[in-house]
């Protein structure tokens, strides 16, 4: 089944270049050069990425990236961005996109960046269906609780990991802590990204 990918750019002509070098690789791909018509086609549409421009009239790729992943919280998304907002496009990156290109895009750097990109979302995918089957031990599974307040525990870790709010984790040393955040992590849409634990 052929990946289906989206590129949006408030410039027609630069949409449609990395289209044509995108469906060289076998993509389709479907371009869009607003980013409320992007939107409203993702409403009915699932796409494998949005590669999108950051700075646009309207929304930028930022703002375009945080409305996408309400209608599709696992869309992975690649910015491109002119020579001056690459610190923007870094900022971005913290904000949930996957990686950007600059432009003049290179067309090889830009097949290479999305053929990870679709092998990153490929791996966390696989991963959340293996973690779905039954027998899959998560870490919560690994430890024997048999009083109600650590029960308890239990279904708020759960609970917090289908949620996009931060969470505060807090106990004395040695409580477990750390073992609570990795559950969190794996048990959230987030498990194919990193998990940073900090002393």
């Known amino acids: ?108 750097h830009c097949r290479a960046v999305v053929r990870r990109a679709l092998e990153h979302t490929r791996l966390t995918r696989s991963h959340r269906y293996l973690q779905a089957q039954p027998g899959h031990r998560g870490p919560l599974d690994e430890l024997v609780v048999e009083s109600p307040a650590m029960h308890a525990v239990y279904d708020r870790v759960r609970r917090a990991a289908r949620g996009r709010a931060t969470v505060l984790i807090q106990g004395e040393s040695g409580t477990g802590k750390e073992r609570v955040a990795r559950a969190v992590h794996f048990y959230s849409p987030r498990v194919g990204g990193p998990f940073e634990a900090v002393n």
Do not use: S
């Open 1 to 108: 089944m052929k990946t289906r990918l989206a590129v949006l750019d408030d410039q027609p002509r630069m949409a449609e270049v990395l289209a044509l070098v995108l469906r060289r690789d076998g993509h389709q791909v479907d371009t869009f050069t607003g980013p409320v018509a992007f939107l409203d086609a993702l409403a009915d549409q699932v796409y494998d990425l949005l590669l999108t421009d950051l700075r646009m009239p309207v929304l930028d790729g930022v703002q375009v990236l945080t409305r996408a992943r309400v209608l599709q919280p696992d869309l992975p998304v690649v910015l491109i961005t002119a020579h001056g907002t690459v610190r923007t496009a870094v900022d971005a990156m913290k904000q949930g996109a996957v990686d950007f290109l600059q432009k003049p895009v290179d067309n090889d």
